[in-house]
T-cell receptor, first 114, second 115 residues
Framework: AQKITQTQPGMFVQEKEAVTLDCTYD???????LFWYKQPSSGEMIFLIY??????QNATEGRYSLNFQKARKSANLVISASQLGDSAMYFC???????????FGAGTRLTVKP | NAGVTQTPKFQVLKTGQSMTLQCAQD?????MSWYRQDPGMGLRLIHY?????ITDQGEVPNGYNVSRSTTEDFPLRLLSAAPSQTSVYFC?????WGSGNETQYFGPGTRLLVL
C-alpha cells in the first residue's frame, strides 16, 4: 500500500500567488515525521520543512508552511507569494518511528507563471 | 563541511558490468541510505544503514549490495548491471531517528545509464 500519496502530478500558479501542494500519508505509528523536499531541474534534493507528529503547531519556514491535519493524515505544503524560482518538483516524505527509512511520494511538478 | 558527496556524477555501463557508487558524509551521521529515482516513481529506498557494520534492505534491494565499514562511507555496489538499473541514484544521511533532528541530507546524485 502507498505510504505517501501526492495526487497532483502537476500544478500551475501565477507569480506572487499562494499555492497548496497536497500530501496524504498512511501510518499506524504514533511517532513519525513529515518532510517536504524541492527538486529543481538541476536535480539536487533540497530540504524545505519538517513536521513532527507530536508538534501541535504547524511548521513554518519563511514562505513555506505545512498544513498538518493529523486526523485526516494530511500534510499539505503551502507556498506563499510564489516566485519563478519555485518552479520545481516537490516531494512529500514520511519517516516512521518503527522503521528506519523514509518513504517518498511520487511528487508534484510546480510551474510558476510570470 | 562538504555534507554528502557522491562519485561519479555520471556513468555509462554495459550490461553485465559491475561498479561501485561512492558516498561519503562528514557530518558524523549514524544513518545513511541509498535511493533510486525513476521518472514518475519518486524516490525508492534501496538499502540503508543505522551505523557502522549494520545494513538492511529497503524497498528495492535486488541487484545491489552495500557495506558500512566506517561512519563516513556507504558504497553501493552493482554486481552485474542491467538496463533496468538505469536511474539516478541518491545517497542521503541523517542523525538517528529520535535525535531531535531527523532531516535527511542528500548528495548531488549519480546518473547511471546501462546499455
Amino acid at each position: 500500500a502507498q505510504k505517501i500519496t501526492q495526487t497532483q502530478p502537476g500544478m500551475f500558479v501565477q507569480e506572487k500567488e499562494a499555492v497548496t501542494l497536497d500530501c496524504t500519508y498512511d501510518t499506524s505509528d504514533q511517532s513519525y515525521g513529515l518532510f517536504w523536499y524541492k527538486q529543481p531541474s538541476s536535480g539536487e534534493m533540497i530540504f524545505l520543512i519538517y513536521q513532527g507528529s507530536y508538534d501541535e503547531q504547524n511548521a513554518t519556514e519563511g514562505r513555506y508552511s505545512l498544513n498538518f491535519q493529523k486526523a485526516r493524515k494530511s500534510a499539505n505544503l503551502v507556498i506563499s507569494a510564489s516566485q519563478l524560482g519555485d518552479s520545481a518538483m516537490y516531494f512529500c516524505a514520511m519517516r516512521e518511528d518503527s522503521w528506519d527509512d523514509m518513504r517518498f511520494g511520487a511528487g508534484t511538478r510546480l510551474t510558476v507563471k510570470p | 563541511n562538504a555534507g554528502v558527496t557522491q562519485t561519479p556524477k555520471f556513468q555509462v555501463l554495459k550490461t553485465g558490468q559491475s561498479m561501485t557508487l561512492q558516498c561519503a558524509q562528514d557530518m558524523n551521521h549514524e544513518y545513511m541510505s541509498w535511493y533510486r529515482q525513476d521518472p514518475g516513481m519518486g524516490l525508492r529506498l534501496i538499502h540503508y544503514s543505522v551505523g557502522a557494520g549494520i545494513t538492511d534492505q529497503g524497498e528495492v534491494p535486488n541487484g545491489y549490495n552495500v557495506s558500512r565499514s566506517t561512519t563516513e562511507d556507504f558504497p553501493l555496489r552493482l554486481l552485474s548491471a542491467a538496463p533496468s538499473q538505469t536511474s539516478v541514484y541518491f545517497c542521503a544521511s541523517s542523525p538517528h531517528w529520535g535525535s531531535g533532528n531527523e532531516t535527511q541530507y542528500f548528495g548531488p546524485g549519480t546518473r547511471l545509464l546501462v546499455l
